[in-house]
């Protein structure tokens, strides 16, 4: 029942930017972090940003300086702000989020995939 709904993906030309978005709905008990993965052509899908609940970031070194992940805890959503894109940036981006659910006193973990969206980045 848990969906993850990506939205911002599209074609840029390098040196542009994007914003994509996540928003989780369903019955998500706790969020405590959401993350931004990426798969390239012909390579393994790589994490490319997370953010906790408390908002803690971490970035790939690739992507550092250029990338910034914010979330809106309220509205369970989860953005990427994507600036001077590169043509190496392209990849189907996916969201991520890591939860908790309580039941009877014990704590379970788990986590939930969007379907993905696609970036391209081209002249």
């Known amino acids: 029942q848990v969906q993850l709904v990506e939205s911002g993906g599209g074609l840029v030309q390098p040196g542009e930017s994007l914003r994509l978005s996540c928003a989780a709905s369903g019955r998500i008990f706790s969020i405590y972090r959401m993350s931004w993965y990426r798969q390239a052509p012909g390579k393994q899908r790589e994490l490319v940003a997370t953010i906790t609940n408390g908002g803690a970031a971490n970035y790939a070194e690739l992507v550092k300086g250029r990338f910034a992940i914010s979330r809106d805890n309220a509205k369970n959503t989860v953005s990427l702000q994507m600036n001077s894109l590169k043509p190496e940036d392209t990849a189907v981006y996916y969201c991520?989020?890591?939860?908790?659910?309580?039941?009877?006193?014990?704590?379970?973990?788990?986590?939930?995939w969007g379907k993905g969206t696609l970036v391209t980045v081209s002249s």
């Open positions: 991520h989020v890591d939860g908790v659910r309580t039941v009877s006193g014990s704590t379970y973990e788990m986590d939930y």
